[in-house]
């Protein structure tokens, strides 16, 4: 069923672009269908799935032998996700269709990027197979490039999609690094398997330090974190669906699965958490110098990313469930945030705020709607994110953490009072104020719906916790499997969690109060160096030493590449195969007399070739060769090698006539580049070196060859007795198909090149009648 | 540059070549040849063909198409990798037929036979491609 | 093993390299199908002692040459032959557009290594 779901967003992204030049811009809301249907589908395994605690398991096998394998596994923590990515999905294609005007241009082609980076999100939360989760992953960095680029005419756009697809396709690359070496470790290729019986040793650190790296990148944690910012180049509802609510969150997810496992390796806590408070800090300090409202929250979700990987990250069951909490918290107000930051670009044309005043008369939906998500953010009662950021709380001052514990406990009030002082930032810069005197159209209640039905959510379920509940404690439970149950709830009682939350939210109004004085304060403070003055230095650091690499060993002569590649070849393994290479005790013999004789001629033939100045001399020499070594081949006692050879060099010496009857009969006598004695000497030292490796392999033999085995099941399995012809045709017949592919390519090649050369031939005619 | 001796020489043998590359086609399996080898055969008796006719003639007297039996040819073989896929076995294994004929007493038949006629109508094909793309305008 | 022949192996890669070396294209193209020979008698070379013909039951000695590099060094004659014809068919198409038949520098890379910027298209990434 999986794979029907992946199938089902495949049809649509392929369908949209067609539709869409019948639809419009209502081609999103068809587009809605694939996510919708993801979330019924999930809705529908809820009963077993977070009821009962079972996982739904669905086995493709693809190469079993190489542990390629479609494998799916929904628990209920891949559940949770299932809905935050295709419910808030099916909203969000919504949303854009009511976000983007109904003149955009190449609609369909968002709607199809949009609706494969819907699929491929599903299916990482849904992939239990490492390569599967890597292939989705990297799907999701691609689409996000191109959604990042929407507006490809603009040079910010476009290097702000470079920015994050190479960020995040570094990561990717460590993060498949990582996880090949885990499953080499685990002896699994299966992410349940690999995460019930972890490996352990050097090696699997290392894996998961590179799974981390990737993790970060992906999840914008300091110092990877400046492409997300950069991302807000992106149309609205992207920034909404893919950089706040579900594909950030693809790090803190691969986090939350491996941190159980691996929590307790002894570098994982101080890093993870470490980065983690580092992003919270950054994140919500940045957001408070921010004039756009949509950079003030895309700060924002960097500093509550950091938020999620420490609590994931800290890898305790308790921890694991506030995380888990959090996740559904964030999903919910951040992207109504977002959403109302689109319909407010929208209805004004602006997102600075300080320019925009008065909204509120304006805009009351949308001012309500952020007042309640805004709260949730700051972690107000009585809304969810009040009760995940009490129940984070409780999770660090449970656990055993050693140092860790105070880290991130100081780490999540300091950022939990600068989230306080942002989400108040946002609110009052974005609505407050005197009326504006430009005139503000009548706000769209159908572009602030979406927005409305995700706060309303994070205020019910912040009322009545047993709305997610279950779920939660569900995902909580697949998750970190020593998790029991414990029941959400608005008060707990005089604890300390309520205190260090009023500690926060007084911090973080103190900080708004003295906001004048705190900007003063951000705008003296020395310039700490940047995220992205970072990889802006990396980038060109990489361009100027990549032009000046080029510049030497790319000089653009043949000749020259060749001799660089050809001397490599000789010197490296040469120089290994003199001081390493077993030589052989294997008996030489000299050869036949006949033996002899046919290679002498194919020697003095093939030398002569080197000196020949006419094209023709230099051919049928070549012919001698081929004849020569056909014969060497009757001698080896293989006949089919020798009649192959007799035809080709038939053919060979058929198709040279063919050509050099338009080519002037004596060689050319332009300068070489390369002196003749430096060609000399190479090609010396290629011969050389080739008869050095024929010695040794003759004697490198360990094993027996596997060709014994192919003798054997010649006649039983093959049904023939020409064992070459039974290997090509039956038992490396994969090898022969490529083969005749690559003859294919090869003639069909031959004929473009003949043909366009005639037809310029044909327009030299027709120009030279033209002239005469 | 056609040559009577040539041209009579050929229609001679071009039959008897032809024939002679399918022997080794189906022969390949328990003797020297198969596809390879058998295509290249077929490929000679073009050559010749087209030596001695000239382009054009043969051009008109040998009517598939290069890229047709290319195309054939990589069907054949691909198909014949495919197909056990669809009877439930692994790709590209072979399966062996005995069939009693009337007449003809007891023939065995492997599916790696029609791997093989692909490999031969590539060969072909290629051969095929040079004489009718580099050949032309033999008789000018 | 066969000494004569592996010093054969040599002659042939270093007359294969030496033409490799050129600019010409037709003498590229013979330098490709000897060391193309070179390395179908190195593989035989490597698999092992010559042998009777490898087919089934026709063997009366009992030695047999190692079938597998037989199988490898056909498609590998066969491939040679199809690039072969395609390098040749460049040089036609050379000969017919350019009349030449020479490998010329890339003017691109030239102007790279004299550290000119190539394109405009790198520049931008990078802002």
Redesign the interface.
Same mark, same amino acid.
């Given at each position: 069923m999986p794979a029907a779901l992946l199938g089902l967003h495949a049809v649509v992204a392929l369908a949209a672009p067609i539709a869409a030049r019948r639809l419009g811009r209502r081609v999103l809301l068809l587009c809605a269908v694939a996510p919708a249907t993801a979330t019924v589908w999930a809705l529908l395994h809820a009963s077993a799935v977070v009821g009962r605690g079972e996982a739904v398991d669905v086995h493709v096998a693809w190469v079993p032998t190489a542990g390629l394998n479609g494998d799916f596994r929904l628990d209920a923590f891949a559940l949770l996700m299932v809905l935050l990515v295709s419910g808030i999905g099916t909203l969000i294609f919504g949303y854009a269709a009511a976000y983007f005007p109904a003149t955009k241009r190449d609609v369909g082609g968002f709607a199809a990027w949009l609706t494969i980076f819907a699929g491929a999100m599903l299916g990482l939360v849904l992939a239990d197979n490492v390569i599967l989760v890597f292939v989705f992953w990297e799907l999701t960095s691609i689409t996000s490039f191109m959604l990042i680029g929407t507006n490809h005419r603009e040079a910010a756009s476009r290097s702000a999609a470079t920015q994050a697809l190479l960020t995040t396709g570094a990561g990717g690359l460590a993060l498949l690094g990582g996880l090949v070496v885990l499953a080499e470790a685990a002896g699994t290729y299966s992410l349940s398997g690999l995460l019930t019986a972890p490996p352990g040793g050097e090696a699997a650190a290392w894996g998961i330090a590179l799974v981390l790296v990737g993790a970060f990148t992906k999840s914008a944690q300091v110092p990877f974190h400046a492409w997300l910012p950069a991302a807000m180049a992106a149309p609205t509802p992207v920034s909404a669906y893919l950089h706040s609510a579900t594909m950030v969150k693809a790090g803190v997810y691969v986090i939350a699965r491996f941190a159980p496992a691996f929590a307790l390796l002894p570098a994982w806590r101080p890093l993870v958490v470490g980065v983690g408070v580092a992003t919270m800090i950054v994140g919500g300090y940045r957001a408070l110098r921010q004039h756009d409202a949509k950079l003030l929250l895309a700060y924002g979700t960097v500093s509550q990313l950091g938020f999620m990987v420490v609590m994931f990250g800290l890898g305790t069951p308790d921890a694991t469930f506030a995380a888990t909490t959090l996740i559904v918290a964030h999903g919910l107000f951040k992207g109504a945030l977002f959403m109302v930051v689109g319909a407010v670009d929208v209805q004004t044309g602006t997102r600075d705020i300080r320019e925009l005043s008065g909204l509120r008369h304006r805009m009351p939906v949308a001012f309500s709607v952020s007042c309640v998500a805004a709260a949730s953010m700051a972690g107000l009662p009585p809304l969810l994110g009040f009760i995940a950021k009490e129940a984070a709380y409780e999770g660090v001052l449970a656990g055993e953490l050693g140092l860790t514990g105070p880290l991130a406990v100081t780490g999540i009030v300091v950022g939990s009072a600068l989230t306080v002082a942002y989400s108040l930032r946002f609110v009052r810069g974005v609505f407050a104020g005197p009326r504006a005197a430009a005139v503000v159209p009548r706000e769209r209640l159908i572009l602030v719906a979406p927005a409305a039905l995700l706060s309303a959510a994070s205020l019910l379920m912040g009322v009545a916790p047993l709305l997610v509940d279950a779920l939660v404690n569900a995902a909580a439970t697949a998750a970190h499997p020593e998790w029991e149950t414990y029941h959400l709830s608005l008060w707990h009682g005089l604890t300390v969690a309520l205190g260090l939350s009023a500690v926060a939210v007084a911090g973080g109004a103190a900080l708004h109060a003295s906001r004048a004085r705190v900007e003063r304060w951000q705008a003296a403070a020395p310039r700490a160096p940047s995220a992205s003055g970072g990889y802006d230095a990396t980038w060109r650091g990489v361009l100027a030493v990549a032009r000046r690499t080029t510049g030497v060993v790319q000089n653009g002569s043949l000749p020259l590449y060749l001799m660089v590649i050809l001397l490599t070849a000789v010197t490296l393994p040469g120089a290994v195969l003199v001081a390493d290479g077993e030589w052989p005790t294997a008996t030489y013999t000299i050869g036949s007399w006949l033996q002899i004789g046919i290679c002498l001629l194919a020697a003095a033939a093939a030398t002569t070739i080197a000196f020949a100045s006419r094209r023709f001399t230099a051919v049928l020499l070549l012919g001698a060769v081929g004849y020569s070594v056909a014969a060497l081949f009757v001698l080896h006692g293989a006949?089919?090698l020798a009649?192959?050879q007799m035809?080709?060099e038939?053919?060979s010496l058929?198709?040279f006539v063919?050509?050099l009857r338009h080519l002037p009969s004596r060689f050319g006598h332009r300068p070489q580049r390369i002196d003749r004695v430096v060609r000399f000497s190479t090609a010396a030292l290629v011969g050389l070196a080739v008869f050095a490796f024929s010695l040794v392999t003759a004697g490198a033999r360990t094993a027996a060859p596997v060709s014994q085995e192919y003798v054997a099941r010649a006649l039983p399995?093959?049904?023939?007795?020409?064992i070459?012809?039974?290997i090509?045709?039956?038992f490396r017949?994969?090898d022969?198909?490529g083969e005749?592919?690559v003859?294919?390519t090869?003639?069909?090649g031959?004929?473009s090149?003949?043909?366009a050369g005639?037809l310029s031939r044909h327009e030299r005619r027709a120009s030279a009648g033209d002239s005469t | 540059m056609t040559s009577l001796i040539l041209e009579t020489g050929t229609r001679a043998v071009f039959h008897t070549i032809l024939v002679f590359s399918v022997f080794l086609l189906f022969a390949?399996?328990?003797?020297?040849?198969?596809?390879?080898?058998g295509g290249?055969?077929a490929?000679?008796a073009l050559?010749l063909r087209f030596?001695a006719y000239g382009s054009q003639d043969a051009a008109r007297t040998v009517r598939a198409r290069?890229?047709t039996v290319?195309g054939a040819?990589?069907f054949a073989?691909?198909a014949s990798?495919i197909a056990p896929w669809f009877a439930g076995g692994q790709?590209?294994e072979?399966r062996?037929w005995a069939l009693t004929l009337p007449l003809l007493g007891t023939i065995?038949a492997?599916s790696?036979l029609v791997?093989?006629v692909?490999?031969y109508f590539?060969?072909v094909?290629?051969?095929l491609?040079?004489?009718?793309?580099?050949?032309?305008e033999?008789d000018s | 093993m066969t000494l004569v022949l592996a010093g054969t192996v040599a002659v042939l890669y270093a007359v294969g390299t030496y033409l490799l070396l050129q600019r010409t294209l037709t003498r590229i193209v013979i330098g490709l199908a000897l060391l193309g020979h070179g390395a179908n008698l190195l593989l035989l070379l490597a698999g092992g002692p010559p042998g009777e013909?490898p %087919?089934v039951g026709e063997a009366t000695s009992g030695v047999v040459s190692d079938p597998l590099p037989q199988a490898m060094a056909?498609?590998a004659i066969?491939i040679t032959?199809?690039v072969l014809?395609f390098l %040749?068919?460049l040089a036609?198409r050379s000969w017919a557009v350019s009349r030449n038949d020479e490998v010329e520098d890339d003017v691109e890379d030239r102007r790279v290594a004299a550290g000119k910027r190539a394109s405009v298209h790198d520049e931008e990434v990078g802002q």
């Open positions: 006949p089919d009649l192959t035809l080709i038939t053919l058929v198709i063919l050509v399995e093959g049904h023939g007795r020409n070459v012809n039974v090509l045709v039956d017949a994969l022969t198909l005749i592919v003859l294919v090869a003639a069909l031959i004929s090149l003949v043909v005639r | 390949g399996h328990n003797a020297p040849g198969g596809g390879f080898i290249l055969v490929g000679a050559v030596v290069p890229e290319l040819g990589v073989a691909a990798a790709l590209l072979s062996l065995k492997t790696v791997f093989d692909g490999v590539v060969v094909g290629l051969v491609a040079v004489l009718v793309t580099l050949g032309g033999l | 013909p %087919l056909l498609t066969v032959f199809g014809a %040749l068919a036609y």
